[in-house]
C-alpha cells in the first residue's frame, strides 16, 4: 500500500467514527511546496466544514485526534485554515529509500491499470509531406504517454496513423513533375540521391503543389490536382478508372507515388530511431479509406446526408458541432470518413479499454464531430475513444509554422542543431571521453528537445528555445541527466551497502539529508499522477524538484567524508536518487548517461 492510501486509510477510519457524511474520494491528498507544511496534506477538515456549517479547525483537530498511530507517519498537525499535515518518520523514509536504491522486484512498478489494453496514436507524419518540429512534439507526447500507461501496469500499443493518398499527395505529385520539368532532371536521376534528399525533394514538390492550389486558386492547376487526387484513390479502392487516367499511366505515376511513399517511410524510421520509439501498428488512410466510405455510404439517411453532390454529417448546435463533409462531391472519402474507418479497424486489430488519439489542438472541433458521428454507428468504441489535444510550438519570435508554404523547421534539421551545440559544449570539458561524445551528444540533444516539450502542460503553447533547452544548468533534460550522472560518479568506487538503519535519526537533523528524502519518498504518488491523469508535465516537474534538492544535497553534505554508518545511509540517498531519476526520466523517453 502506496502513503497516500495509508494516509487514505487512516483518515477514512477517523472519519467513520464521527458523525460526519462523506466518500473515500472526498479526500485529497495533496504536496505541500515548502516541507516544513508537511509532507503530505489534506483539506478534507474544509470540505466538511461546508457541509456542517462549522470551523474547520476544530473538525480537523477532532480527526486528527481520532487517528490511528502508524509507524510510517511521525505525526499529524493542524493549520489554517483547516488544513491537516502528516510528517512521514525517519524510519519510514529510509525503508522506502532502501527499497528505491535496491529496486527488486521491479518496485517502481505499479498495477494500477493491470490488465487494461490502451491503444496509444501519436506522430501521424503523413508521407509526401516533411517530418517538422510539431511532429516531434507529437512523438514526445505519445510515447511519454505510452511509457507512463505501462509503469502502472497497462498493456499499450503503440499506434501511427498516416496519410498516404488524399489532396496532400495529389499537390505532391504535381508538384513533383513541375520541378523535375523546372530542373531539368529526370525521375530516375532524383532516385540516386540520398534518402534524406529525396524526401525533401518532395516536401518542396509539396509546397510548390500547395502553392498553385491554395494561394494562387490556378483553375487549371486545381483541376488537374484534383484529377490527380482520383487517380490516386482509383489504386486503393473500388472506384472506377476514367479514361483521363491514361495519362498518368504514360506518366509513370503510380510508381512515383509508390517509390515517393516508401522513401518518406523509411525517412520517417531514421527520425523514430532517434526518438526511442518502435511502434507496433502503422495504419494508412489508403488502407481504411474504402472501409471509411462504406460505412457512411451504408448509413445515408440515419446518419449521414447528401448536399449538393457530396455525402454530410449535419451539426448539432446545441452540441456545438458543425457540418462536415464526409464524402466529396467526387465521391471521394474526406479525412472524416478515413477516421470512421480507421476506428473499425482499430477495433478488429485490438480489443482496447481505451483508444488515445493525439494531435494539434487545430483538429479539436473535426474530432468532435468525428467521434459524434461514431457514437450513432457504434457507441462502445466512441466512448473507449478519447481524442487529446496539444498545443503548437514554435521557435522564439515565430509565427505558426506551415508545411504548406514551405516555413517549417524539420525535425532532423532541430536534432542536429542541439547536437552540435551539446558537442561544443562537451568539447570545453577536458573530462570528456571524444570516443563517445557523438552518442552522448545526440541522447543530450533528445533529451533537450523532449524535456522542453514535456515539461509545459499538453495543450499550451511551446516556445522553443534551443540555446535554453541544452544548457545544463536549469529546468531542463540536459541538467537532469548531469543529476543523475553526478550520482553514478560519487557511488562508482565507493564502498556502498544498503545500511542496517543505524544513524537514521543523527542523520536525518540535517535539512539537506531530510529534504532528499521527502522528495524521493514522493515519487511513487507523482509517477501515478503523471499517469492516471496522462500529464507528463507533472513528472517533470517532480524531477527538477528532486533534481535541485539534490543539488543542495550535494553542496551541503560531505558523502565521502561522513563516518562510516553515516556514509551508508548517505550513498543510500544518491543511489534512491539515481535510481528515481533515471526511472523518471525513461517516462518521459529520455536516456540517460553515466558520464557527461
Known amino acids: 500500500m502506496g502513503i497516500e492510501q495509508k494516509i487514505k486509510k487512516l483518515l477514512t477510519e477517523a472519519i467513520s467514527n464521527k458523525d460526519f457524511s462523506f466518500s473515500e474520494k472526498d479526500i485529497v491528498i495533496e504536496i505541500p511546496a515548502d516541507i516544513s507544511n508537511g509532507h503530505y496534506s489534506t483539506n478534507i477538515a474544509m470540505r466538511l466544514a461546508s457541509q456542517l456549517k462549522r470551523n474547520p479547525l476544530e473538525i480537523a483537530q477532532e480527526i486528527v485526534d481520532s487517528l490511528e498511530e502508524d509507524s510510517a507517519i511521525a505525526k499529524a498537525e493542524v493549520a489554517k485554515p483547516g488544513f491537516i499535515n502528516f510528517f512521514l518518520s525517519n524510519r519510514y523514509l529510509l525503508t522506502q529509500i532502501s527499497k528505491i536504491a535496491e529496486n ?32 516531434l512534439y507529437t512523438n514526445s507526447v505519445g510515447e511519454s504517454f505510452a511509457r507512463l500507461q505501462e509503469a502502472i501496469g497497462a498493456q499499450v500499443k503503440r499506434a501511427n496513423y498516416q496519410g498516404d493518398i488524399g489532396l496532400h499527395v495529389a499537390k505532391t505529385l504535381w508538384g513533383l513533375e513541375e520541378k523535375l520539368r523546372e530542373e531539368e532532371i529526370a525521375f530516375e536521376d532524383l532516385e540516386q540521391a540520398s534518402l534524406t534528399a529525396r524526401v525533401r ?38 472506384v472506377k478508372p476514367r479514361e483521363s487516367f491514361k495519362k498518368y499511366e504514360e506518366m509513370n505515376l503510380s510508381e512515383k507515388y509508390k517509390k515517393g511513399r516508401q522513401w518518406c517511410l523509411d525517412y520517417f524510421e531514421t527520425i523514430y530511431e532517434r526518438l526511442g520509439t518502435t511502434f507496433d501498428y502503422y495504419f494508412f488512410e489508403s488502407e481504411v479509406a474504402q472501409p471509411g466510405l462504406e460505412v457512411v455510404m451504408k448509413n445515408i439517411g440515419e446518419v449521414f446526408e447528401e448536399d449538393d453532390g457530396s455525402i454530410i454529417y449535419k451539426g448539432d448546435e446545441k452540441k456545438n458541432l458543425h457540418t462536415r463533409v464526409f464524402v466529396n462531391k467526387h465521391g471521394i472519402p474526406t479525412y472524416e470518413a478515413k477516421e470512421l474507418g480507421l476506428a473499425f479497424r482499430k477495433g478488429e486489430l485490438v480489443n482496447y479499454d481505451e483508444s488515445v488519439v493525439i494531435t494539434g489542438n487545430e483538429q479539436t472541433g473535426y474530432f468532435r464531430v468525428v467521434l459524434d458521428a461514431l457514437s450513432k454507428l457504434d457507441k462502445d468504441l466512441s466512448e473507449k475513444t478519447t481524442h487529446v489535444p496539444h498545443g503548437m510550438v514554435r521557435l522564439p519570435g515565430k509565427a505558426k509554422m506551415s508545411s504548406r508554404k514551405g516555413e517549417i523547421v524539420r525535425g532532423e534539421v532541430l536534432l542536429d542543431s542541439v547536437k552540435e551545440k551539446a558537442i561544443d559544449i562537451m568539447e570545453d570539458n577536458e573530462e570528456v571521453d571524444e570516443d563517445n561524445m557523438l552518442s552522448v551528444s545526440e541522447k543530450i540533444a533528445v533529451a533537450a528537445i523532449k524535456y522542453a516539450f514535456l515539461k509545459v502542460s499538453v495543450g499550451k503553447d511551446i516556445i522553443f528555445d534551443v540555446e535554453k533547452s541544452i544548457s545544463f544548468d536549469g529546468d531542463t533534460g540536459p541538467y537532469l541527466m548531469y543529476v543523475y550522472s553526478r550520482c553514478s560518479s560519487i557511488l562508482k568506487g565507493s564502498d556502498f551497502e544498503n545500511p542496517n538503519g543505524v544513524c537514521i535519526e543523527s542523520c536525518m537533523e540535517n535539512p539537506f539529508v531530510k529534504e532528499l528524502s521527502v522528495q524521493i519518498s514522493r515519487y511513487e504518488k507523482q509517477l501515478l499522477d503523471s499517469a492516471m491523469n496522462y500529464s507528463p508535465s507533472t513528472l517533470a516537474q517532480y524531477l527538477f524538484s528532486l533534481g535541485q534538492s539534490f543539488n543542495s544535497f550535494y553542496q551541503g553534505v560531505r558523502v565521502l567524508d561522513a563516518s562510516d554508518e553515516e556514509r551508508q545511509i548517505l550513498l543510500t540517498l544518491v543511489k534512491a536518487t539515481m535510481v528515481v531519476m533515471q526511472d523518471g526520466l525513461d517516462k518521459l523517453g529520455i536516456e540517460v548517461v553515466e558520464k557527461m
Not at 112 to 123: A, F, P, Q, S, W
Not at 127 to 135: A, D, R, V, Y
Not at 203 to 229: H, P, S, T
Open 104 to 135: 527488486k522486484g521491479d518496485y517502481l512498478n505499479l498495477d494500477n491499470k493491470k490488465g487494461k489494453k490502451i491503444v496509444i496514436e501519436y506522430t501521424d507524419a503523413n508521407p509526401f509531406k516533411e517530418f517538422h518540429i510539431g511532429h
Open 201 to 238: 525533394f518532395l516536401g518542396e514538390a509539396y509546397a510548390l503543389g500547395a502553392e498553385y492550389y491554395d494561394d494562387f486558386e490556378d483553375k487549371v492547376v486545381q483541376k488537374e490536382v484534383d484529377e490527380i487526387n482520383y487517380y490516386i484513390f482509383s489504386l486503393v479502392s473500388e
